[in-house]
């Protein structure tokens, strides 16, 4: 039997927000489908911005090594569907998420990090408050690049305009959207 890994990777501070309540409800989906799920709250960790110099070599030395990023990249790299849960608070993944994915540029060359993320199914829960304005592009636009980057399929999203803490909660269809989403991209990475 195979077993399968999918990890929820939250953006948002927010615990019980909109963000945190399409991650459930994608886990469920998931954990339905037979995945052994995790979610990460990227804003509980020590995750540094980016520092890096280059050595004698030219090779790019990581100069904040010590903090927790490593730690939640080996649990990306043992996970087969990866989702990210970011919201938008301005034109783009929130900065705790930012932060985690501008450290990639260190290890852009090494071996570990590129068969790491080769082949996993990437997927996106986005919530954004601005109810006349769809602005989940700002989220899902630079997350498919990573995924296309990193040799990986991205299989969707749900996205949602849900500006009160946990609406998303009460929204049947966008709740079941993201359980829908989450049984497909474990399907998908079991193929």
């Not at 890994?5 to 963000?19: D, F, M, Q």
């Not at 608070?89 to 590129?114: H, I, T």
């Not at 990986?152 to 909660?169: F, H, L, M, Q």
Request: hydrophobic share 45%; proline share 3%; with cysteine.
């Amino acid at each position: 039997m195979i077993f399968l890994k999918a990890l929820a990777l939250i953006g948002s501070p927010r615990k019980g927000g909109n963000t945190d309540c399409l991650a459930d409800a994608f886990l469920e989906g998931a954990a339905e489908a037979g995945a052994e799920i995790e979610k990460i709250y990227l804003d509980d960790l020590n995750i540094r911005p980016i520092a890096e110099v280059c050595d004698d070599f030219g090779m790019r030395v990581d100069l904040r090594a010590d903090d927790d990023w490593r730690k939640v990249m080996n649990k990306v790299i043992e996970a087969d569907v990866l989702v990210w849960g970011a919201p938008v608070y301005w034109q783009g993944v929130p900065a705790q998420m930012k932060c985690f994915a501008d450290r990639w540029s260190c290890y852009y060359a090494a071996e570990w990090l590129n068969q790491g993320f080769a082949g996993k199914i990437w997927a996106v829960l986005c919530a954004y408050g601005d109810p006349t304005q769809d602005q989940s592009k700002w989220v899902t636009e630079p997350i498919a690049f990573w995924a296309e980057r990193w040799r990986g399929e991205y299989i969707g999203d749900v996205c949602v305009s849900a500006g009160k803490r946990g609406a998303v909660a009460e929204m049947e269809d966008v709740m079941a959207a993201a359980r829908e989403l989450g049984r497909k991209a474990v399907s998908a990475a079991g193929e």
